[in-house]
């Protein structure tokens, strides 16, 4: 936090700019009761320290990223207006800013011509893209792979759409031979293709399904919530990147800058290669959108009030650190890629663990080594917590057996699924920390390791 004290003045000299532009308005100064502001200001900060340490490297536990100190900067100076991106109205140089931060993500994924926006995060991003590919395909079943994000199955619930999921490989990828066995029905409208699984990092395998779409009729959707902006990184294995290389020939993507583009929550952006989609997005709104005869942000999109101030802190990170492959934005990614392979490679060389399988961006998933899944699960949950005592916080995650019985062929499953480690190394900071992070795991083991399970 000692960089954002230093740049409180960066902050006040940009707010003294930002009210240079209205000074030709009677003078005016909402009265506010210091002392009481700094009073419950500090009773808040009190409060905010009941929670893990997320900026920190010794945090790599969930996927909670620290936003960048630019992008906490624009959006506080963005909030002294407070625009709302519905209408141009209600936030006019915010909504330019929008297109324009949203335009360089779509070049990020190739495509010069794009219809899209800014949302709330993820879950809304895919409501929408889903929504779309309901009305184009005259409603057909939607399948994604086991490991997708759960919210798939709810947003077809909220949408009426039928969800069906297909199996994985042992790399938690859709399995495209199960795939083309689910697409012999003929009633499949939409594929979602996850690049990036929440769980693992697994990335499915967008070459092959791109050719099962050559022979079958359906839409491809992209999730790349949390992995997207590993388009830009050169450091993915062979499979992976020929995976990013196409994602240009989906119809849709999602992508949230809040996970890995360095923003503050909530900030998701969905995106559609074909912009004639905006026709089901078309609603009049006569007292909103008179302010111009642009194209307003709330006439394609389904959420109304959006915060303009999300635009912005976007915009400002990507002016300091622009979406392209080499630059430090795309190798402070690389890094956390790098760091999870080292991880990976210092469980595999150790007696005591098992890894579930190599990561394919910077997620890492292993397990304490046991006879027994019920003893993994129960040693999983142990050191996932004299870990937390000893300063260093991972997650914890539950996979099938059917998942981990190739990897784990001389596991007894006594049980149909696993509690496992798992680690999410999305701070390029955590490149330089691996070691003291394994010193850290080292030692929370070795005080288990009394249990001859461990040892």
Same mark, same amino acid.
């Given at each position: 936090?000692?960089?954002?004290?230093?740049?409180?003045?960066?902050?006040?000299?940009?707010?003294?700019?930002? /009210?240079?532009?209205?000074?030709?308005?009677?003078?005016?100064?909402?009265?506010?009761?210091?002392?009481?502001?700094?009073?419950?200001?500090?009773?808040?900060?009190?409060?905010?320290?009941?929670?893990?340490?997320?900026?920190?490297?010794?945090?790599?536990?969930?996927?909670?990223?620290?936003?960048?100190?630019?992008?906490?900067?624009?959006?506080?100076?963005?909030?002294?207006?407070?625009?709302?991106?519905?209408?141009?109205?209600?936030?006019?140089?915010?909504?330019?800013?929008?297109?324009?931060?949203?335009?360089?993500?779509?070049?990020?994924?190739?495509? /010069?011509?794009?219809?899209?926006?800014?949302?709330?995060?993820?879950?809304?991003?895919?409501?929408?893209?889903?929504?779309?590919?309901?009305?184009?395909?005259?409603?057909?079943?939607?399948?994604?792979?086991?490991?997708?994000?759960?919210?798939?199955?709810?947003?077809? +619930?909220?949408?009426?759409?039928?969800?069906?999921?297909?199996?994985?490989?042992?790399?938690?990828?859709?399995?495209?031979?199960?795939?083309?066995?689910?697409?012999?029905?003929?009633?499949?409208?939409?594929?979602?293709?996850?690049? +990036?699984?929440?769980?693992?990092?697994?990335?499915?395998?967008?070459?092959?399904?791109?050719?099962?779409?050559?022979?079958?009729?359906?839409?491809?959707?992209?999730?790349?919530?949390?992995?997207?902006?590993?388009?830009?990184?050169?450091?993915?294995?062979?499979?992976?990147?020929?995976?990013?290389?196409?994602?240009?020939?989906?119809?849709?993507?999602?992508?949230?800058?809040?996970?890995?583009?360095?923003?503050?929550?909530?900030?998701?952006?969905?995106?559609?290669?074909?912009?004639?989609?905006?026709?089901?997005?078309?609603?009049?709104?006569?007292?909103?959108?008179?302010?111009?005869?642009?194209?307003?942000?709330?006439?394609?999109?389904?959420?109304?009030?959006?915060?303009?101030?999300?635009?912005?802190?976007?915009?400002?990170?990507?002016?300091?650190?622009?979406?392209?492959?080499?630059?430090?934005?795309?190798?402070?990614?690389?890094?956390?890629?790098?760091?999870?392979?080292?991880?990976?490679?210092?469980?595999?060389?150790?007696?005591?663990?098992?890894?579930?399988?190599?990561?394919?961006?910077?997620?890492?998933?292993?397990?304490?080594?046991?006879?027994?899944?019920? /003893?993994?699960?129960?040693?999983?949950?142990?050191?996932?917590?004299?870990?937390?005592?000893?300063?260093?916080?991972?997650?914890?995650?539950?996979?099938?057996?059917?998942?981990?019985?190739?990897?784990?062929?001389? =596991?007894?499953?006594?049980?149909?699924?696993?509690?496992?480690?798992?680690?999410?190394?999305?701070?390029?900071?955590?490149?330089?920390?691996?070691?003291? =992070?394994?010193?850290?795991?080292?030692?929370?083991?070795?005080?288990?390791?009394?249990?001859?399970? =461990?040892?």
């Amino acid at each position: 936090m000692i960089i954002e004290i230093q740049s409180l003045n960066v902050l006040h000299d940009a707010l003294e700019r930002l /009210e240079e532009g209205f000074s030709d308005l009677p003078e005016y100064s909402p009265s506010v009761d210091l002392e009481a502001l700094q009073r419950v200001m500090v009773e808040v900060a009190d409060r905010m320290q009941d929670n893990y340490p997320y900026p920190h490297p010794m945090y790599c536990g969930q996927m909670l990223k620290p936003p960048h100190p630019i992008a906490r900067l624009a959006y506080a100076l963005a909030l002294w207006i407070n625009p709302n991106n519905h209408a141009l109205d209600g936030g006019r140089a915010s909504s330019v800013m929008e297109k324009e931060a949203v335009a360089e993500i779509a070049g990020m994924f190739g495509w /010069e011509t794009h219809m899209g926006h800014l949302c709330s995060g993820g879950t809304m991003a895919n409501l929408e893209a889903l929504w779309i590919a309901g009305n184009l395909t005259s409603r057909k079943k939607v399948v994604a792979s086991k490991q997708a994000h759960y919210t798939h199955e709810r947003i077809c +619930g909220v949408l009426g759409l039928e969800f069906e999921s297909v199996p994985c490989d042992s790399r938690a990828r859709m399995d495209p031979v199960a795939l083309k066995a689910r697409l012999d029905n003929g009633d499949v409208g939409t594929v979602v293709v996850t690049m +990036g699984t929440t769980a693992t990092g697994s990335v499915d395998p967008l070459p092959e399904i791109l050719k099962l779409r050559s022979q079958y009729d359906f839409r491809i959707h992209a999730d790349a919530a949390y992995g997207g902006f590993f388009k830009l990184v050169d450091n993915l294995d062979p499979e992976t990147l020929s995976a990013f290389e196409c994602i240009h020939e989906v119809d849709s993507i999602v992508v949230d800058p809040h996970k890995h583009g360095l923003q503050p929550y909530g900030c998701g952006c969905v995106l559609f290669k074909d912009p004639a989609v905006g026709r089901f997005y078309k609603h009049d709104s006569p007292y909103t959108y008179f302010s111009s005869k642009e194209l307003h942000l709330g006439e394609i999109s389904l959420e109304c009030s959006r915060p303009g101030a999300s635009a912005v802190a976007l915009w400002a990170t990507q002016r300091l650190l622009p979406l392209v492959p080499k630059g430090q934005f795309a190798n402070d990614l690389g890094k956390s890629r790098k760091a999870a392979i080292r991880l990976h490679e210092m469980i595999q060389d150790d007696p005591r663990f098992m890894a579930a399988m190599a990561p394919e961006l910077d997620i890492v998933v292993w397990a304490p080594k046991a006879k027994r899944a019920s /003893e993994i699960s129960s040693l999983s949950k142990a050191i996932f917590e004299e870990s937390a005592a000893q300063g260093l916080h991972f997650a914890i995650a539950s996979f099938s057996a059917s998942l981990l019985k190739h990897q784990w062929s001389d =596991i007894e499953w006594d049980q149909q699924d696993v509690t496992c480690l798992r680690s999410c190394l999305m701070k390029p900071e955590h490149l330089d920390w691996i070691e003291r =992070i394994w010193q850290a795991l080292d030692k929370a083991t070795k005080t288990l390791g009394k249990t001859p399970i =461990i040892e």
